[in-house]
């Protein structure tokens, strides 16, 4: 007999233009995951808000990471992939949670802290957002949330609500465990730092043309001579070829490091080439997905029926619960 399946959900917000720490940390996981579990996928619009977008942003943004979540691989005939905002039943359980959250729970968030202490100054939604995503995740019943390390915390969080309700109004809610991938847990970027929209240190999953392949050559390296050796792991091309190559060629860049003769150039120009031809075939399906917003649009709608009907499962016993119905 087969174990029952796992219920997968994560999300994304449509913050930004999507970049290969995305790719790596958390969308490739999301699609390998399709395989043998059943997943939810949805686009985090209600969390992006809290940074304030325009709206005709928003929008464009949302309607991008659907059609590149989908050229990446998502299936919507095996996952139900929607926009947050499509399910009512996410907003109820937030406000449910948030009569249950302590308000040090929330203050103690590094994600939080560390917007705070960069200057942002925070609107209550900000403050809020962990609720909002105990509630993304609660409201399915989910088992299993794949993520980058950064939202770590946020599953603690998550999983401490989610206790605090079963105890005090009953075995209600699935306590989710986090799947983080340690191997690509943080992939660095142009300047080693993680990569990350607010560092401008991306490579953009979909780039193109010249812009592109500039960005390469502007991944920081050290000054090492090029006949010297040099050395791979501490290295950031190196770090980034890493998620491209074959163990063969892997070592066979290894080699090269070891052996000195390398100007860091070359390094660079294989691990652009090795970017444009694994994106490749994905970037003709995102190219075929642009032209038909209807059937992203189809798409979208479809998820969101199957994800308000098991939401609606999850929520009529809470409200019975807590009193409410
Ligand atoms: P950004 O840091 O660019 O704002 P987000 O916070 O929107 O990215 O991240 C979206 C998803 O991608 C999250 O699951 C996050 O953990 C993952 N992710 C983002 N950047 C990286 C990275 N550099 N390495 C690994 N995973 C990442
Ligand atoms: N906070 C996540 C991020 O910024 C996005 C997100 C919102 C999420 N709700 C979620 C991820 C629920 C996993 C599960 O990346």
């Keep these: 007999m087969t174990a029952p399946q796992k219920r997968v959900l994560s999300g994304i917000q449509p913050s930004g233009t999507l970049h290969i720490g995305n790719y790596f940390g958390m969308m490739r996981p999301s699609v390998e995951l399709q395989a043998e579990n059943e997943c939810y996928y949805f686009i985090a619009n209600y969390h992006a808000l809290t940074s304030s977008p325009k709206a005709e942003d928003l ?6 990471v659907a059609v590149d979540f989908l050229a990446c691989g998502l299936d919507p005939e095996k996952t139900t992939f929607f926009r947050q905002t ?15 959250t302590p308000v040090g729970l929330l203050e103690r968030c590094h994600s939080y802290k560390d917007k705070v202490a960069n200057g942002i100054i925070p609107n209550h939604g900000l403050f809020t957002y962990p609720v909002l995503m105990a509630a993304d995740i609660l409201v399915y019943g989910s088992h ?26 009953g075995e209600l809610l699935v306590v989710p465990d986090p799947m983080i991938q340690e191997e690509v847990a943080v992939i660095p ?8 929209k607010s560092y401008d240190n991306t490579i953009e999953l979909f780039g193109e043309g010249k812009a592109i392949r500039k960005k390469f050559m502007k991944i920081v390296t050290d000054s090492t001579p ?38 860091y150039g070359h390094a660079k120009q294989a691990l652009y080439e090795k970017y444009e031809s694994y ?36 929520m009529a016993p809470i409200r019975e619960a807590v009193g409410i119905a």
């Excluded at 499509?86 to 249950?100: A, K, S, Y």
């Excluded at 915390?153 to 079963?166: G, K, S």
């Excluded at 050796?229 to 080699?255: I, S």
Aim: net charge neutral.
């Design 189 to 196: 970027g142009l300047d080693g730092r993680k990569m990350s």
């Design 279 to 314: 994106f490749a075939e994905m970037r003709e399906r995102r190219k075929e997905l642009l032209a038909k917003p209807e059937l992203v649009e189809e798409i979208l709608q479809e998820g969101a029926r199957r994800a308000r009907a098991t939401a609606e499962a999850v």
């Design 144 to 169: 299993l949330v794949p993520v980058g390390k950064d939202q770590k915390q946020h599953l603690e969080v998550t999983r401490d609500l989610a206790i605090r309700f079963n105890n005090q109004y």
């Design 59 to 64: 929008r464009q943004r949302t309607q991008q």
């Design 86 to 100: 499509d399910i009512p039943q996410v907003l109820e359980l937030t406000w449910i949670l948030c009569c249950l």
């Design 226 to 263: 090029v006949e010297d050796p040099k050395n791979p792991d501490t290295c950031n091309v190196f770090a980034l070829y890493k998620l491209f190559a074959t163990p063969e060629e892997l070592a066979e860049m290894r080699q090269t490091y070891l052996a000195g003769g390398m100007g």
